[in-house]
């Protein structure tokens, strides 16, 4: 885990000031990492970021503007969602399933929790092309727990996975945001109209926002059918500066989304960021359980146990976490600064 999300939960609290902002329900950071608290406490803000991307639309198709994007980029495999009269805005990006064959999942890594390697099935389903955004969490919650803010296209952090999918662990309780992004949908009739599309696509009768399987996760950042071949190292790459805010590079520090290489399906920030909630539990034997009947379809772990499953890695973890096997464990109410999450649509 990376330099300062690593240490383990429920350690006692530190009396300095300087690291106030670290405890409480978000953990609290050890001795060691004192020093390094109080710089980031004591720092002034850094306004060097590129400008985020912006939204158009031209013929009711969703054309984005990057920030390294001069002309537009027509997008028809996305659907857009819109919060609070069209200023805030949510896409989502088709991933096609998978061949009768599968696509490989798991890979070697530092501490063994990602083998065997085992084919898996998906069917098709939608990914947001973007972590959730402070903006975003706010319209639809109306609060920011998140540390580093001041920009709107910062992702969100210190969200708990029961924040997002609540107590039920089926998005229903009334607090969560899985059960208000519902809800803040609703008040602008262009979205029925997508959510119809986007089930027209998947051919259900109706589809709904949730957390992404953790295979539904890593087919998704190794780029879907195409790219998954390539054995990229990170989303998208074997360049981890190329598409990835990590240790070496983050300045201490989330960055607003969409600055990075997205890989081949279009998704930003799968690997680096923040480290992203996925819906399974998480069993050490839970691999060698799948690769028994290879390959399974469509397979997340619901048998509880007191961990759930994050992927992807953070802005303060090294290479080794930020490459697409890694896996990361952590209680389902546990909140911290490089914790995030990007919501499916299945």
């Known amino acids: 885990m990376g330099r300062c999300g690593g240490f383990a939960e429920g350690r006692s609290k530190s009396s300095s000031k300087s690291t106030q902002n670290f405890q409480g329900v978000w953990g609290t950071a050890p001795k060691k990492y004192k020093k390094y608290l109080k710089s980031v406490a004591l720092r002034p803000k850094r306004r060097t970021f590129q400008k985020c991307a912006t939204f158009r639309h031209f013929d009711r198709k969703s054309v984005i503007l990057s920030p390294k994007r001069k002309t537009p980029m027509n997008t028809d495999n996305t659907l857009t969602f819109h919060l609070k009269d069209q ?3 949510i896409e989502m990006v ?4 998978t061949d009768k064959n599968g696509f490989t999942m798991g890979g070697e890594s530092s501490d063994n929790s990602s083998l065997p390697v085992h084919p898996v099935r998906l069917s098709d389903y939608w990914i947001g092309k973007y972590l959730i955004t402070q903006g975003l969490y706010e319209a639809v919650m109306g609060t920011n727990l998140s540390y580093f803010q001041g920009e709107v296209n910062r992702p969100v952090e210190r969200v708990s996975w029961e924040d997002i999918m609540g ?8 607090d969560c945001f899985i059960y208000k992004l519902h809800e803040a949908l609703n008040s602008h009739p262009a979205n029925q109209e997508a959510l119809e599309k986007a089930a027209k696509i998947l051919g259900k009768k109706e589809v709904k926002f949730t957390l992404p399987s953790e295979a539904q996760w890593e087919y998704s950042a190794k780029g879907g059918k195409e790219e998954s071949q390539k054995g990229y190292e990170f ?4 360049e981890i500066d190329e598409v990835a805010w990590y240790w070496e590079n983050s300045y201490r520090e989330t960055k607003p989304v969409g600055l990075k290489k997205p890989n081949g399906l279009g998704l930003y920030d799968m690997s680096g960021n923040l480290w992203e909630w996925c819906m399974d539990y ?3 034997e839970y691999y060698e359980k799948c690769n028994i009947h290879p390959p399974l379809l469509n397979p997340v772990n619901l048998v509880p146990y007191p961990h759930r499953v994050l992927r992807g890695g953070g802005w303060n973890d090294g290479r080794e976490d930020v490459r697409l096997p890694y896996r990361f464990i952590r209680t389902p109410t546990y909140r911290y600064f490089n914790l995030g999450f990007r919501i499916c649509l299945a």
Do not use: C, P
């Not at 989303?235 to 074997?238: K, Q």
């Open 235 to 238: 989303s998208g790459s074997n």
């Open 167 to 174: 107590k039920s662990g089926e998005g229903r309780d009334s």
């Open 282 to 284: 998480y069993d050490g």
């Open 94 to 97: 088709f991933v096609e399933g």
């Open 87 to 89: 200023t805030i805005e």
